[in-house]
């Protein structure tokens, strides 16, 4: 269960911090880009974790 969860959390921080960084580098942002690239971060983070709860079933 904690790696679906993981894994959909972390398709969603992705998916906002791609569309924030595309918003920074439309408008000049660099706050706002540098947001997006460190929420997308987390969101590979969050896959990861996931990825290895899978592996050990959960148990972590």
Avoid: F
């Amino acid at each position: 269960m904690g790696e679906m969860i993981d894994k959909v959390k972390a398709a969603a921080n992705k998916a906002i911090g791609s569309a924030k960084e595309s918003a920074g580098e439309a408008n000049n942002d660099p706050k706002l880009k540098a947001e997006g690239a460190s929420q997308k971060a987390k969101g590979t983070a969050q896959d990861i974790a996931g990825s290895v709860k899978g592996a050990l079933g959960d148990k972590i």
